[in-house]
């Protein structure tokens, strides 16, 4: 209970910040948040290529000629 508590809070004081911030700073959360969902998911793409293997970068550039062709 305790810890949903500090995190109701800890809410309610972010959206009294930002409800006050000016529009260039809410942009930048933004930015920040995006980067950082970006972050995790290369992240995230790269364990799952150390367990599941890659593909070849000679294979990725077959492809590739295949699609220019």
Do not use: F, H
């Amino acid at each position: 209970m305790e810890t949903t508590t500090k995190r109701q809070d800890l809410i309610q004081l972010i959206y009294t910040y930002l409800k006050a911030a000016p529009e260039s700073t809410l942009l930048k959360v933004l930015e920040l948040l995006e980067d950082e969902e970006d972050i995790r998911d290369a992240r995230a793409e790269l364990e799952d290529i150390k367990r599941n293997g890659g593909i070849p970068w000679s294979e990725i550039k077959k492809d590739m000629k295949k699609d220019i062709a």
